[in-house]
């Protein structure tokens, strides 16, 4: 019987309804979308239509859908591009004011520090216990040289949703742009960037039902970028390479199927969510505690640790389930993630931490199953460390 798939945050399985319209684009629809012959045309509009679908999740327009490889380009180009487009042209130069948290994914702060390289100054804020970014502390660091805000939408490893409406409110305020990381919200929780305020927004199809490879980045209408990738004319200028249609058109119908399931997905994914805390919590008492906001969050997530023990033990004990952890052991010692560091997490609790994300496939008795299993691994668990 293969493992209990809890790790939804990491990566979806590509929806089978996804696998269906990107198969005539991988078999016969093989023009090059840029080409005006008719095998050209079939590509070409097959990419409008799902740059409709994608903008129709966002409450965007869809001229303002730019396809990439995936979340991280979304994010690189999102930041690189409105540094570059705002610096002076000195070669290996850029100036300008970056403000992030101290819990994005590296898809952020990576390029935060590359760009911290060439003269940008860099700002990263801290979060509170629950992983929460205060709009107060965003106002307080703004300066008149600020460029850029990158605040996600919601944290991949405990799920803490951010206030991004009134950080945006803030942000524009002063005259700057916000960036949102919206890897792990959409097809979660509502997003729309209209709502939100937000002025660029990355998507990862991989975490939306769709492949791996391909994503999307949202840009308001007259915000101006420079691109990452030179070359022709592709995307209206704005990223050079032949699009990669198959699976434009899967990342267009995942959006498509997020969209219209949206309110049942929420429901099932909270009602899942919490009958397995609920489990842990009957089965375990205090020995199991929460990491992450407790009602501001994904409603797939349940970051948890268990006490005295170490996640990855007690993964190891439980091979039946397929999850992760918040901390990796090297060379015996134990090293909280970044995450859970920066939200004053202590090693002692840390250690034990072990990220559980349920998806649109997971079934109430998997839940059961991978309770039981945890149970039985934390109350037996040999090589427990306090």
């Given amino acids: 019987m293969a493992p209990i798939y809890l790790d939804y945050n990491a990566t979806t399985p590509i929806d089978p309804a996804v696998i269906e319209v990107m198969l005539p684009y991988l078999r016969q629809h093989y023009g090059n ?95 509170d216990h629950h992983g929460l970014v205060d709009p107060a ?47 792990q919200t959409l097809g979660k929780v509502p997003v729309d960037v209209g709502d939100l305020g937000v002025d660029l927004l990355s998507v990862a199809g991989h975490k939306v039902y769709a492949p791996k490879g391909v994503g999307a980045l949202f840009i308001r209408r007259g915000v101006s970028l420079e691109p990452l990738l030179h070359g022709a004319g592709h995307e209206n200028g704005r990223r050079a390479g032949t699009e990669n249609v198959p699976y434009v058109v899967g990342l ?61 033990d007690l993964l190891k004990l439980t091979p039946e389930i397929a999850a992760s952890t918040g901390s990796a052991c090297h060379e015996g010692r134990i090293a909280l993630s970044p995450v859970l560091a920066a939200m004053g997490i202590t090693p002692e609790t840390g250690q034990g931490a072990v990220r559980l994300t349920v998806g649109r496939f997971t079934t109430e008795a998997e839940i059961d199953r991978a309770a039981q299993a945890l149970i039985r691994a934390a109350m037996s668990d040999p090589s427990s460390r306090s």
């Fill in 33 to 127: 979308p840029s080409s005006t012959h008719l095998y050209g045309k079939a590509s070409h509009d097959a990419i409008d239509h799902a740059r409709t679908q994608v903008a129709a999740l966002l409450g965007a327009r869809p001229e303002e859908i730019l396809f990439t490889s995936g979340g991280t380009e979304a994010s690189n180009h999102a930041l690189k591009g409105t540094v570059f487009a705002k610096s002076s042209k000195n070669l290996g130069h850029c100036e300008g004011h970056i403000i992030t948290s101290a819990v994005e994914h590296p898809a952020t702060l990576k390029p935060c520090e590359f760009l911290r390289t060439l003269g940008c100054k860099v700002t990263i804020l801290p979060v």
């Fill in 137 to 183: 502390a965003v106002r307080t660091a703004l300066t008149p040289a600020t460029t850029i805000v990158s605040i996600m939408h919601a944290n991949n490893e405990v799920g803490t949703v951010q206030p991004i409406r009134d950080i945006a409110r803030t942000v524009k305020e002063h005259g700057a742009l916000l960036h949102t990381d919206a890897a």
């Fill in 252 to 312: 267009g119908k995942a959006c498509e199927l997020a969209r219209l399931s949206l309110l049942a997905v929420t429901e099932k994914l909270t009602s899942l969510r919490e009958r397995l805390w609920g489990l842990l919590r009957r089965g375990l008492g205090d020995r199991v505690v929460l990491n992450g906001h407790p009602q501001l969050r994904l409603p797939n997530t349940l970051n948890v640790s268990f006490v005295g023990k170490v996640g990855a």
